[in-house]
């Protein structure tokens, strides 16, 4: 196995270390959204 910068693991540790960190941000963001929007149906709902 050859886990030395430039060699084939290393890009794959590389590109799946991004791929997560960019899932995880992507999670984060529409957690976010969604309980945005659900506090703005609820708020809306409560008023009415």
Not at 21 to 43: D, R
């Amino acid at each position: 196995m050859d886990l030395l910068p430039g060699g084939y693991n290393f890009i794959h540790i590389v590109f799946w270390g991004v791929m997560a960190l960019v899932s995880v941000g992507t999670m984060v963001v529409a957690t976010i959204l969604g309980t945005g929007l659900v506090l703005l149906f609820l708020e809306s709902v409560g008023k009415a």
